[in-house]
């Protein structure tokens, strides 16, 4: 048993299905004689096509975005037609009869020893090109995760960290649970299983050595447990907790067309945060109210090249079309920390969640940033739909009137050039303290505003959230968090302007409880929590709730505030225990 941090909650047993990098090691049969030949003009076809597609790639940056944004792919045409890259290639496929992607992966494990080495911070942060050449050449030989699974039962996946690419790949795979050496609660990976109620864990420190394809792994979400090739007792203990977990999701999905009430009958909004189509869907099958948080920088980590103005409205349009009631709010660029993309700069930052990202990114390429306003503004002129704008990391005023001054001059010159532009209102996420602290006066050029937990915790604690050393610290019930959330959502009631709270925080039973208690009515969650929240809701009364509230805040510390939720929810909610991670 290794223990990690539970960042979906659930119990899975199934067959592990590990991916020891950026794609997946190939375990085939050596070549033989007569096929090296073909094998050889497979890769080189492969070069072809991705050097076609770096080409178009950097004109197309180059227009949107600008000349040295679009350097980079120019780098990178220049790596594939390296000599050196090429030899390498063709040794590994001739000399060791190896086929194109497992010299592929040879490849970038010589060029990442190679790198570790040196200690010239310019040429480490090259690897990263070279990196992404290499998985661009991998998608053309073969379709990322193109490795035959096991037959039967739902998958283990076991991995360092996926990449969004990954994400994308995995969505045929019937997948039972996630394991992730790195990460927390807020990566990639936890986001993913949440969406699409798979149990997992991260931050196994070493389960990549622990684990092969094919060993029977356990995964408790809740717990944040991971058990290797159980005893038979411990499996049978297991699959009966997963059999319990699966009844409970097909009750509570019954709940579908029930309104979102409190116990005593007083409405609440139950919201649906998501990545894209796929979410969208899901979140009109389970009865959302809309869609409280539309994370875009999934349809840019996950796109072939750079979504031009066309590609964007229409993927609003159609997740707009898919979307609970079609109401969607739609959050811009939320880039930089562990998420970013080539044309818009990649340099190696100290503290890079701290540093060039989000809304500071999106200055420093303001058409690049218009584009996306653009499409959004004329998503919002859809007919009987309702569209939001969401900022991300506004930290100031100033930040915030600059802002409204840019998209008033998108919508000018949009009315001008005869299109039509929908009313959107727009409002800022609080997820760094000082715009907690000083919401009254962003309040005055907002029209709503949403609460991104995610981030407010850790910059308030201090503690990089996807960094299990510190996990402990990454903690919404701590009371610090608690008296920050209090007064921003008093402040939003006293102005009368709409307030969210689209952060993972909503969709724990013992979180939610105590948003209830300040007087929080409206959340937004991942689509496969919203049913068990919703039943949650509907046995607490907004008095109780309160009282809840009133008690933890007199508590001092974050485990005490836990413990005292766990037991009152456990009397109030017994059912709902699998639902809560530890």
């Known amino acids: ?23 997946v090691r190939p375990q085939t049969r050596p070549l033989e004689p007569g096929e090296v030949a073909g094998e050889l003009r497979r890769f080189e076809k492969a070069v072809k096509k991705s050097l076609a597609a770096l080409r178009a790639l950097a004109q197309k940056v180059a227009s949107q975005v600008g000349q040295e944004q679009a350097a980079v792919f120019r780098a990178h045409q220049a790596i594939l037609r390296d000599p050196a890259f090429t030899a390498k290639m063709r040794q590994g496929i001739e000399a060791t009869r190896q086929p194109a992607e497992a010299a592929l992966h040879d490849v970038l494990a010589e060029y990442t020893a190679i790198f570790d080495r040196t200690q010239d911070e310019y040429l480490k942060e090259r690897l990263a090109d070279v990196r992404d050449v290499i998985l661009r050449l991998s998608e053309y030989l073969s379709p990322m995760l193109s490795a035959d699974p096991p037959a039967g039962e739902g998958l283990i996946l076991v991995a360092q960290e996926l990449l969004p690419s990954q994400v994308v790949a995995l969505g045929e795979k019937h997948l039972a649970g996630i394991v992730t050496q790195s990460g927390g609660a807020t990566s990639h990976a936890a986001i993913l299983a949440r969406s699409r109620g798979i149990p997992a864990v991260s931050g196994v420190r070493d389960i990549l050595r622990h684990v092969t394809n094919d060993d029977t792994v356990v995964v408790d979400g809740s717990s944040g447990h991971v058990v290797v090739n159980p005893d038979p007792e411990t499996e049978s203990a297991y699959r009966k907790l997963q059999r319990e977990y699966f009844q409970l999701q097909d009750v509570l999905a019954e709940n579908r067309d029930v309104p979102a009430r409190l116990a005593d009958g007083e409405e609440i909004e139950l919201l649906a945060n998501i990545n894209g189509l796929a979410d969208a869907q899901a979140a009109t099958a389970v009865g959302a109210a809309g869609v409280g948080l539309f994370r875009t920088e999934y349809l840019f980590l996950t796109h072939p090249n750079l979504p031009d103005e066309e590609e964007q409205l ?12 079609r109401r969607i709010t739609i959050r811009t660029l939320d880039l930089g920390g562990d998420k970013t993309i080539p044309y818009l700069g990649r340099e190696r930052e100290a503290n890079p969640f701290m540093g060039w990202r989000s809304i500071r990114l999106s200055f420093e390429h303001p058409e690049f940033f218009l584009t996306q306003v653009r499409a959004i503004l004329q998503a919002g002129a859809a007919e009987n739909a309702e569209v939001r704008m969401l900022f991300p990391m506004i930290t100031t005023l100033e930040e915030m009137r600059r802002v409204r001054s840019m998209v008033d001059r998108a919508r000018k010159r949009l009315r001008a050039e005869g299109k039509a532009v929908g009313r959107v209102p727009l409002g800022l996420m609080v997820e760094v303290p000082a715009a907690a602290i000083c919401i009254d006066a962003l309040l005055t050029v907002v029209d709503f505003i949403s609460i991104g ?7 308030l604690m201090a503690a990089d959230r996807d960094n299990p050393k510190v996990g402990h610290l990454c903690q919404p019930l701590s009371p610090a968090v608690l008296r920050v959330l209090r007064r921003v959502i008093e402040s939003c009631r006293k102005a009368g302007k709409p307030v969210t709270l689209c952060g993972e925080m909503a969709g724990l039973p013992r979180a939610f409880a105590l948003l209830m208690g300040m007087g929080l009515r409206s959340v937004s969650m991942s689509p496969a929590l919203l049913p068990g929240i919703k039943e949650l809701a509907a046995q607490l009364t907004a008095e ?20 005292y939720l766990r037991e009152e929810l456990d009397q109030l909610a017994p059912n709902l225990k699998l639902l809560d991670s530890a």
């Open 314 to 325: 229409a993927a609003y349009r159609e997740i707009l079309a898919a979307s609970p009631r």
């Open 453 to 459: 937990s995610n981030d407010l915790v850790q910059y």
């Open 544 to 563: 109780q709730a309160r009282k809840m509230f009133r008690r933890a805040m007199k508590l001092k510390t974050t485990g005490q505030v836990m413990k």
């Open 1 to 23: 048993m290794r223990k990690g941090i539970g960042v979906s909650p659930g119990v899975a047993v199934g067959p592990a299905y590990c991916i020891h990098e950026i794609f």
